[in-house]
């Protein structure tokens, strides 16, 4: 799919998460700064194997029952429900902002 979206891995994991959050989280840069600690150049981003074990990683943290507050607690704060894919995605986007 990635070719179809102009060789992006952030676009589709865009449209993947908008057609089955439960599933797919997105991924940018900011995502990729926060869990790698290193500046999200293009060629790094654009990895389809890391994206396939970051959702991998967001499966774990959304299964754990200690994220269950975590959930919660972001749901309440953003005033809207979301899932739990969504949830994990956002504390990693707002905490890789620069």
């Known amino acids: 799919m990635k070719g ?7 676009g589709t994991s865009k449209l993947l998460h908008f057609i089955n959050p439960e599933v797919f ?3 940018d840069s900011h995502v990729y700064r926060y ?3 290193m500046e999200p150049y293009n060629y790094r981003i654009e990895d389809c194997e890391l994206y ?3 959702l991998d990683f967001c499966r774990l943290v959304a299964q ?10 972001i749901c309440e704060r953003v005033g809207q ?4 894919m969504r949830t994990a995605e ?8 620069t």
């Open 90 to 97: 956002l504390v990693m986007y707002l905490n890789g902002k």
């Open 64 to 73: 754990r029952v200690e994220f269950d507050q975590v959930h919660k607690s």
């Open 35 to 37: 869990l790698m600690e």
């Open 52 to 54: 396939l074990k970051y």
């Open 25 to 27: 989280a997105i991924w």
């Open 4 to 10: 179809l979206f102009n060789n992006s891995i952030v």
């Open 81 to 84: 429900q979301m899932t739990k």
